[in-house]
């Protein structure tokens, strides 16, 4: 985990604090919300993260936005799923990104789908801020989320085999 319990529990706790305050005061929902992140900048100060390089600072900051949507998405009853695309064959990622994939798995399982991040080379690093090739699952309810990963996992580890065997095989033997 990137930050401790202790100080999400401190940040949350001075954040709450500074947002009732700054109601029972008679603040609007703009200066309530000032209030809420004035403490937690307060707290985050007394609490500050040791990231040895800036790429772990990073990686911190982006594993922190993933919890944030997270919770977004619990709230709202939305759920999401990620599956990384980018290391498979590009037959398997052509097929997987295909319009008409997309839109069956999309009206099979009422989850909207969408590719993200760049496709990078095996081996090559990654520059800061950037992703991997990925499919972005959303839906209502975590079983259909489950669906939609579940059948495009499936079609990717399939295409991906025969891609493998049809390279393993060749065409003439010895």
């Known amino acids: 985990m990137c930050i401790r319990d202790s ?4 940040v949350m706790e ?3 604090k500074a947002a009732k305050e700054a109601i029972l005061g008679g603040a609007s929902s703009e200066e309530v919300l000032l209030a809420a992140q004035n403490a937690i900048k307060d707290v985050l100060q007394t609490y500050k993260p040791t990231a040895s390089t800036v790429e772990s ?3 911190q900051v ?3 936005r993933v919890e944030f949507e997270a919770r977004g998405d619990e709230a709202g009853e939305k759920f999401t799923a990620e599956l990384e695309i980018n290391d498979y064959p590009p037959s398997s990622r052509q097929k997987v990104t295909s319009r008409d994939f997309l839109n069956m798995i999309s009206d099979l399982t009422n989850c909207n789908l969408s590719v993200r991040g760049s496709y990078f080379e095996p081996g090559k690093k990654i520059p800061l801020g950037q992703r991997k090739m990925y499919l972005h699952i959303e839906g209502d309810s975590k079983f259909n989320v489950g669906s939609a990963y579940r059948d495009a996992r499936r079609l990717l580890d399939e295409t991906a085999m025969s891609a493998s065997y049809a390279q393993a095989t060749g065409k ?3």
Request: aromatic share 6%; no cysteine.
């Open 7 to 10: 100080t999400k529990a401190a």
């Open 62 to 64: 982006l594993q922190l």
């Open 14 to 16: 001075a954040a709450t």
């Open 172 to 174: 003439y033997t010895v």
């Open 57 to 59: 600072g990073l990686s």
